[in-house]
């Protein structure tokens, strides 16, 4: 899935006198604060770290209270959804003219009507609500399905996305998936295919040469030999 990246950053924490004795406990704290919140300064929401200190020396920062600055060096794991992007969300919510999806289990989107491809049909059959293709049978999406989605916007501040599922490689990951598969499947077997009769013309080829004559491969016509001039003619 895209909208994920791996960023190496260097950090002073500003950790106040009080918890010069708990330093280590105080650096987790500050960055925890930071999880599941969009950041400028990283250009997207933190959902994970790995931190290093770097120095156990600590510069004492001025100011009514003396906070001290303690250097880290830190892996985060950013989630940075931007337009274009092709996400995977699990389908919370299905209505007539929407639906909704949870991606990494904690940013909502929405998919409305008009980014719906027209392919999907809405369908309530006994208060079970589905959106299914009308195309491929089996190409459905309900409540509980896994999709593929392209992200039209995405608010920073509440961490919604608005989606897409006009591209035709956006849907049910399972089914596409499957039918990716299934592609593959067929175009590896007509490539064997396509080996195995250049393996018997090659054959028949070698075969030709090494009866001691050339002839064209797959001739229809039969090969007149050459007589030779006996020396009594001349």
């Known amino acids: ?19 010069s004795k708990k330093v280590s406990e105080a650096i987790l704290r500050e960055l925890g604060s930071l999880l599941f919140k969009f950041s400028e300064t990283f250009d997207g929401v933190v959902l994970a770290y790995d931190v290093n200190i770097l120095s156990d020396l600590a510069k004492i920062l001025p100011g009514i ?23 995977e969300g699990k389908v919370v919510k299905i209505g007539q003219q929407s639906i909704h999806v949870i991606v990494l ?33 089996r190409h459905k999406i309900k409540v509980g399905t896994v999709i593929r989605f392209l992200v039209k916007r995405f608010d920073e501040e509440i961490l919604h996305i608005s989606g897409s ?4 490689h956006t849907g049910n990951v399972h089914w596409l998936d499957k039918k990716l598969e299934d592609r593959t499947h067929v ?29 064209p491969l797959k001739s229809d016509h039969p090969t007149k030999k050459s007589k030779r001039r006996s020396s009594g003619d001349d």
Do not use: C, W
């Open 1 to 19: 899935m895209e909208g994920l990246k791996v960023s190496d950053v260097n950090l002073v924490v500003h950790v106040h006198p009080s918890k």
């Open 65 to 87: 209270h003396p906070y001290f600055g303690v250097k880290l060096k830190a892996k985060l794991l950013l989630f940075y959804p931007k337009p274009d992007m092709i996400l």
């Open 105 to 137: 289990g904690f940013s909502s989107a929405i998919i409305t009507e008009e980014d719906i491809r027209e392919e999907f049909e809405y369908k309530d059959k006994h208060g079970l609500e589905v959106f299914a293709s009308t195309s491929h049978r």
């Open 165 to 168: 599922l006009v591209p035709v």
């Open 187 to 215: 175009n590896r077997t007509a490539e064997k295919r396509r080996e195995s009769e250049g393996r018997v013309e090659m054959e028949e080829h070698e075969k030709v040469i090494n009866h001691g004559e050339v002839l």
